[in-house]
């Protein structure tokens, strides 16, 4: 199989210039203690094998989301089907992110380095469908809730296992073009998700049962296909950053939060984590509640140029980044974010005028905003510490993230309760303004061991 050259995508950046490493044996910068030898990966795997592999987990993972944005889908029908507001249902999602903030620190440190991340994709990819299908079963709305954070549980440790597994596949001149196809798989899952879901409700006359409950059919489906292309093949050894007995967790925070790049790409992801929430759940009941007269396939199908649209942004600026110096990055992400902050403000004027002008506005949305969202895990994670803290720093750097993203839930609802989208996307424009702000922060550090993503 015919592979391009390796482009240099700056949004999940995972490789480095090794030449500008020092030695095993040369000393860090500012200590006499040698520095560990960067970890060598294991790419005994042929490319087209490599490849195929890497398509089977990017399914796997569309497969997580066609379980878990599928309930913005459901929306509009358990607020009818339970005679309930939206702040009861967004309390569910509220929960729900909790959970997966909780799920990232507890699998990627304690499961996914220690058991290897075939065996734990497995297990994540059946706890989510398991939990997805029991969720069809609900009688009670906090039963629905149990089952929905279970899923999402599950579900956060999905990204760290396909991270695991990616390096022992590739060699490094080819890592950056597999980790940037392996990000879309979170996008694409969006879209496909609501697709998927706005259809079963379509065939289903608004039966919010089936809507939760068809996608984990269609998992073990997926399930089964990832089984026979990973599972019966002999694979490379996984990469691990040192050995286990090595692995002093506590002493890697307290080094990291003596970094102020690190708190500030934390507050960046607190701020972008909310408006990527807010709209991945409230958008479907949106175009419903202020659209008019809109079928909720109708409104699934219009909510999806929010992460198609992402998906252009994510590689989009990925390009531009590549050729900017640190100073016109942050220049260029306050400009983007502020366009964004503008865009939420205006969003309640544009449907009132035109729907179609509401649903360009949600794309271009999702165009500006996942592209900034998707630099926290990758280059901006990289730049904090350099290769071997990368992975430490994106669980943290998620964890904060998801934790804003419990306000997206509860008290975003509360705030539709009372004004209404107006307000709540109002309110949502004004936050998303503090994020602004915040890069222009975002300064690359100043220490020579931290390996620098390339600019021109």
């Not at 910068?29 to 987990?57: D, F, N, T």
Request: glycine share 10%; hydrophobic share 50%; charged share 10%.
């Amino acid at each position: 199989m015919f592979w391009p050259d390796p482009v240099h995508f700056a949004t999940l950046d995972l490789t480095y210039n090794l030449n500008n490493l020092a030695p095993a044996s040369a000393p860090a910068s500012g200590s006499g203690a040698p520095r560990e030898p960067a970890p060598v990966a294991r790419h005994a795997l042929a490319p087209s094998r490599a490849a195929l592999q890497l398509a089977c987990i990017i399914l796997g993972y569309i497969g997580v989301y066609l379980c878990r944005k599928n309930f913005a889908v459901a929306v509009p029908l358990l607020q009818t089907a339970f005679s309930t507001d939206k702040a009861h249902i967004g309390a569910i999602d509220s929960y729900a992110t909790m959970a997966y903030m909780l799920g990232k620190l507890f699998w990627g440190p304690n499961i996914v380095d220690r058991v290897g991340g075939r065996i734990c994709f497995f297990v994540i990819l059946t706890g989510v469908a398991v939990f997805c299908g029991a969720s069809a079963f609900a009688v009670t709305l906090p039963m629905l809730g149990i089952f929905y954070t279970a899923n999402r549980f599950f579900g956060a440790g999905g990204w760290g296992s396909m991270v695991k597994l990616v390096p022992g596949w590739f060699p490094a001149r080819h890592m950056a073009l597999a980790m940037a196809f392996l990000s879309l798989s979170f996008v694409f899952g969006g879209v496909c998700s609501l697709l998927l879901a706005g259809e079963v409700a379509a065939c289903s006359d608004n039966n919010w049962r089936a809507v939760l409950g068809f996608p984990s059919l269609v998992l073990l489906a997926i399930i089964a296909i990832c089984w026979q292309t990973l599972a019966g093949k002999k694979q490379p050894t996984e990469v691990s950053s040192r050995p286990k007995s090595e692995w002093h967790f506590r002493r890697r925070i307290l080094e990291l939060a003596k970094i102020p790049q690190f708190w500030m790409v934390c507050g960046l992801s607190f701020t972008l984590t909310i408006t990527r929430e807010t709209f991945n759940v409230w958008t479907v009941d949106f175009l419903k509640t202020d659209g008019g007269q809109m079928t909720t396939k109708l409104a699934a199908l219009l909510s999806t140029p929010f992460d198609a649209m992402g998906a252009v942004g994510i590689l989009l600026l990925g390009w531009l980044l590549d050729r900017l110096s640190a100073g016109h990055r942050k220049w260029l992400l306050f400009g983007i974010l502020s366009g964004v902050a503008v865009l939420t403000f205006q969003l309640p004027t544009f449907i009132h005028e035109k729907v179609w002008m509401a649903v360009a506005a949600i794309g271009l949305i999702g165009l500006l905003s996942y592209g900034p969202y998707s630099l926290l895990a990758g280059v901006l994670s990289l730049e904090i510490r350099g290769p071997d803290f990368v992975a430490t720093v994106a669980g943290l750097v998620d964890a904060s993230g998801y934790l804003a993203g419990m306000v997206s839930g509860y008290l975003f609802g509360r705030i539709l309760d009372q004004g209404g989208y107006l307000l709540g996307f109002h309110c949502l424009g004004i936050f998303t303004m503090v994020g602004a702000v915040l890069c222009l922060g975002l300064n690359r550090p100043q220490n020579n061991s931290v390996p620098q993503v390339h600019s021109t």
